[in-house]
């Protein structure tokens, strides 16, 4: 076996997922310095207030990680033992395989902070009084300095490192002159401040029923890889075993600095995918995926915005100093910094800010090697952590505060704020915090999830729903083309219409398995062709018997009344069969071309309607000549987009 081969793919570089903050401390800087400049604070302003909202520190893995991993050594074992059976080659084995054991083998206990945790939230409460050493001054004191964490032991004991860096040399105990101070923490039955995710039952049930969804749209990438690595190794392994190594992978680089064992065995490019999957179900279950995911956190930045607006007051009152707060730090989850940084609009564009504050659905992270802003460990790394420093300025200046954002200490731009990391207070509250404060954290959360039990052909029916209001508003237009015709050459008459309702789209849910196998019948182009067709052959049907009712005979004057009835229905029958025979054809050809453009690009957007819209329109004016059909291409295609448009603003 070969011990180089790990090291060949990704050597000492770590993969970017990893949630170590060392690391990503550096690496969002350098973000930050690529795209976007800070602003720079004038002189003359001050801090006179900081909120820090902070994950935990590195941890061990948790008890049930360390029991995965006790199963993957023993897999590997039975892997290596076929491999060797099946006389394969074993010179392409990395060496570190055999006999492999889980570094936690025989752990009873796990997610405890670790002592690399403790040094990073020590050193993050270092750096904060050397940046900001005005406000921390001041002889400590609880009520002035807040520090709140979570009844979990790796958060509280990451609010007490961090305290310890803060107040270093403050104090009179020992040789490093400490000095105790509070750790406030709330019960987990009721802390809706930084663990609202373990008490909101909406959340809970929406989380238990994406979670197989989500492992639904990971499948492809790890067969991908899985396969890669059977090829590449000659062992065979499954989904399964690749989650498992990914996951011991990040353990191995983040915790132990290990990067030529689990990790050598990928390529970048896989690397690349299988971080993908950790920022998708993120996003899914714990970001931008769904609403409630940050809706549920509206109380904790309710209590950011208090305590900023009481730091005004004193500020205003000329509070003798000593009497009001100045900081309040909080120690939480990522399940707590990722929905609060989605609250505030980061790691999102402008147009897409404006989608959130209307909850309205967001694009999932694009796949590589496509960019993307949403990445899960510059979001919440280990000891990841938002800092909201409010700062006073002079009385002449736009605004008299102003609130400074950081993501991992670094300034950052806000969406909501003219994509400024700089922004009036009174900006702030109004852009980015009033449109949330609609909701409340009881009506959220009290009642049951959101998403109703789908089956299969419920969620087929669905999607034909979705097909039929196409075809519909298609057919819209070409009625109205018709009618307008029909009545140059008749006396007008008035005509009374309804608008149909459009539901109100729920912001982006992913399906459940039965929805995926619904999904999976209608994705097939002869399904979908079929479908549409028998459609538009009905929608067809009854335009004609409409426009049949609507041709008055040449003669109507010199006909009996039942002459004039039998006319009409001739020529409704007539109109109906020709309507019904063109508008089968139309969703048939429009559908199909849709669906092979689709499948062939591997995506869906503008272009797949526009392609499909000419070969419609190209195909039913065909007999008129090239001229005709070129004419209907272009025009099918301009109506086929303005429809999709039409369809996608309303939506």
Not at 21 to 26: A, I, N, P, T, W
Not at 156 to 162: G, I, L, N, Q, T
Not at 386 to 392: G, Q, V
């Amino acid at each position: 076996m070969s011990g180089g081969v790990g090291r060949t793919r990704i050597g000492r570089e770590k993969p970017t997922t990893l949630c170590s903050y060392s690391l990503v401390y550096g690496a969002v800087k350098d973000v930050a310095d690529n795209n976007f400049v800070p602003s720079t604070i004038p002189d003359e302003c001050s801090p006179i207030h900081i909120n820090l909202v902070a994950r935990h520190g590195t941890r061990s893995p948790t008890k049930k990680r360390i029991r995965e991993l006790d199963r993957l050594a023993t897999r590997l074992e039975v892997l290596l033992s076929e491999t060797h059976k099946g006389n394969s080659s074993l010179t392409k084995i990395p060496d570190w395989l055999s006999g492999w054991q889980s570094p936690w083998k025989g752990k009873q206990k796990g997610g405890e902070l670790i002592s690399k945790g403790e040094e990073e939230l020590h050193h993050l409460g270092i750096r904060l009084r050397e940046r900001f050493p005005d406000l921390f001054e001041e002889e400590y004191h609880p009520d002035i300095f807040t520090i709140r964490a979570t009844q979990i032991p790796r958060a509280s004991a990451s609010a007490v490192a961090f305290g310890m860096g803060l107040f270093n040399g403050r104090g009179s105990l020992g040789p490093g002159r400490h000095r105790a101070f509070a750790v406030i923490c709330e019960s987990r039955a009721s802390d809706i401040l930084l663990r609202f995710h373990d008490i909101c039952q909406s959340y809970k049930d929406y989380r238990k029923n994406q979670e197989p969804a989500v492992h639904k749209l990971k499948e492809p990438i790890l067969d991908e890889v899985s396969s890669a690595l059977v090829t590449r190794y000659q062992m065979n392994f499954t989904r399964q075993d690749i989650a498992s190594l990914w996951f011991l992978c990040k353990q191995e680089a983040s915790l132990l600095d290990i990067t030529d064992q689990a990790c050598g065995l990928f390529t970048p490019s896989e690397v690349s995918l299988l971080e993908w999957t950790d920022d998708l179900e993120a996003y899914i279950l714990k970001g931008y995926g769904k609403s409630i995911n940050y809706r549920m956190g509206v109380p904790l930045l309710q209590d950011v915005v208090q305590s900023m607006e009481q730091a005004i007051k004193a500020k205003e009152e000329h509070h003798t100093p000593g009497t009001y707060e100045k900081a309040r730090l909080r120690f939480a989850h990522a399940e707590t910094v990722v929905p609060f940084s989605c609250l505030l609009g980061l790691f999102r564009e402008g147009t897409e800010f404006s989608r959130i504050q209307h909850e309205q659905a967001l694009e999932l992270p694009p796949k590589p090697p496509q960019k993307r802003n949403w990445r899960g460990s510059i979001v919440a790394p280990f000891a990841g952590n938002n800092m909201l420093i409010l700062y006073s300025c002079p009385a002449n200046k736009k605004s008299k505060y102003f609130v400074q954002v950081m993501h991992n200490e670094v300034p950052v731009p806000l969406p909501g704020c003219n994509n400024t990391d700089f922004c009036p207070f009174e900006d702030f509250k109004e852009r980015i915090v009033n449109p949330h404060m609609k909701h409340d954290y009881n009506s959220i959360c009290s009642t049951k999830s959101e998403v109703p039990e789908s089956t299969t052909f419920s969620s087929l029916f669905t999607a034909v729903l979705l097909e039929l209001q196409k075809t519909v508003s298609m057919a819209a237009l070409l009625l109205l083309r018709a009618t307008m015709a029909t009545a140059s050459e008749t006396e007008p008459s008035p005509s009374n219409s309804t608008e149909t309702e459009k539901p109100q789209m729920e912001p982006l849910r992913l399906p459940t398995m039965e929805e995926i196998r619904g999904q999976d019948i209608w994705n097939n182009c002869v399904v979908r062709s079929a479908v549409s067709g028998i459609m538009g052959g009905g929608l067809g049907l009854f335009m004609g018997l409409f426009l049949g009712a609507l041709d008055n005979p040449l003669m109507q004057e010199e006909m009996s009344a039942k002459q004039q009835f039998i006319y009409t229905a001739k020529q409704m029958g007539r109109r109906s069969l020709s309507s019904a025979k063109t508008f089968a054809l139309m969703g048939v050809i429009f559908s199909a071309a849709e669906c092979v453009v689709e499948k062939a690009r591997a995506k869906h957007d503008m272009t797949n309607t526009a392609v499909a819209g000419c070969v419609t329109g190209g195909a039913l004016s065909a007999k008129g000549g090239p001229k005709a059909a070129c004419m209907g291409c272009a025009g099918f295609a301009t109506f086929s987009v303005l429809i999709e448009k039409f369809l996608d603003r309303h939506d």
